[in-house]
């Protein structure tokens, strides 16, 4: 079948783009004609891929919001795919994917804790978030969509709220994981390397966060949990991965909290596979993700992951098993406490196998499987005589 995914951007990084680079090749590998319909793009994540790059004259972040979802709604009427999967802020779809949650929900619960202080008093990106809630409600009314895609049931259950979606138009597909880049065996090898490099010891239990946008993902309750435990925990070491440009103000918080021996800051990297090798337990306490892929990573990588009812990836875990899900973000001690019993080595053992055996449930390659599937059905519904 001819099919349409639709993005506003295509590259290698990304929870978004990656979904789309997977779900490309899979259907280009079983011979669909597949084509991405973006404004930027790099190279084709499969041969057979093609690109229908629409670039509209745009000034702005808001401007080019909205001047490619008109163009994908031009170029959509005028070509012939049987069906057409939005992935991003646009209207013109047969399925839409909310990668990224309801953008309400983002706003309230996240968005204050990535602003810089001159941006809450100026009022930053205003128009763009206000753009983006209009074309996420345009999106979504009735007769724009045969199916909704979600990552996570708190998804689900907030599009349903919000927008009025019908349980039976909703799709949950939650993310999947390379489970050969992001495997345990290579903890004796580029992981056990890089402890060496920032001078972690074999006896060291090392704390692992990664995520871009510190703020959002929670790194000052992190640093202040692992304050709080320094003076029973004299072996706990902090990792901290991902790009922020605030990172110098973090930096001197943790040198603050008596840390500079315990942490290492290394920016954005793109060997993140190293990093979770590197590391023993994994902690994400943001304050909105509708599913973090660095959770189901950590837990392929053998890490137990600790995280919060705020990310959808928390569903997938066994508390105390595979890991814990925080009961609250407005205390460090809530997450200091949480933190401790995963401390114990036999406990850090058992959770390892656990994590390890809970992503093998979630590979890449099923999920994609699952998405084809909800495709073939839409383009069959939309060549049935009775179009429901």
Not at 107 to 116: R, S
Not at 281 to 310: C, I
């Amino acid at each position: 079948m001819r099919v349409a995914l639709v993005h506003m951007r295509q590259a290698a990084t990304g929870g978004t783009e990656r979904y789309l680079n997977l779900t490309a090749a899979f259907l280009a590998e079983r011979g669909d004609e597949v084509t991405v319909v973006c404004r930027s793009h790099e190279d084709p994540p499969h041969p057979a891929v093609r690109f229908e790059r629409l670039r509209p004259l745009a000034l702005g972040a808001a401007s080019r919001l909205q001047s490619f979802a008109r163009a994908v709604e031009a170029h959509v009427r005028h070509a012939s795919y049987d069906v057409v999967y939005g992935l991003g802020k646009t209207w013109t779809h047969d399925l839409v994917r909310l990668g990224g949650g309801c953008h309400a929900t983002y706003l309230e619960l996240a968005h204050a804790a990535t602003l810089k202080p001159w941006e809450r008093l100026l009022g930053a990106r205003a128009r763009k978030h206000r753009l983006a809630l209009a074309i996420e409600a345009r999106a979504l009314a009735p007769g724009r969509y045969r199916k909704v895609v979600v990552n996570a049931q708190m998804v689900a259950d907030d599009v349903e709220r919000r927008h009025g979606v019908p349980k039976e138009r909703i799709a949950l597909v939650y993310n999947g994981v390379d489970l050969e880049r992001y495997t345990p065996a290579r903890r004796a090898t580029s992981g056990a390397a890089l402890r060496r490099e920032l001078g972690f010891a074999e006896r060291d239990t090392v704390l692992l966060f990664l995520g871009s946008g510190y703020g959002r993902k929670g790194l000052d309750l992190v640093l202040a949990a692992v304050a709080e435990l320094a003076p029973r925990a004299p072996n706990l070491k902090l990792l901290v991965v991902g790009y922020d440009s605030e990172q110098p103000r973090y930096e001197s918080r943790a040198r603050a909290l008596g840390l500079a021996e315990r942490a290492r800051f290394l920016g954005g990297r793109r060997d993140t596979e190293t990093c979770y090798a590197a590391a023993d337990l994994y902690v994400l306490p943001t304050r909105y993700d509708p599913f973090a892929n660095t959770t189901l990573e950590a837990l392929a990588s053998g890490l137990p992951a600790l995280t919060s009812r705020s990310n959808g990836a928390h569903e997938l875990l066994e508390e105390a098993v595979s890991g814990s899900v925080l009961a609250s973000l407005d205390d460090p001690a809530t997450l200091a406490r949480t933190l401790e019993p995963w401390l114990a080595p036999e406990r850090l053992a058992a959770g390892a196998r656990a994590a390890r055996a809970l992503a093998e449930r979630h590979s890449a390659r099923s999920k994609s499987a699952q998405t084809a599937a909800l495709l073939d059905a839409v383009a069959q519904e939309l060549r049935s005589p009775a179009r429901s």
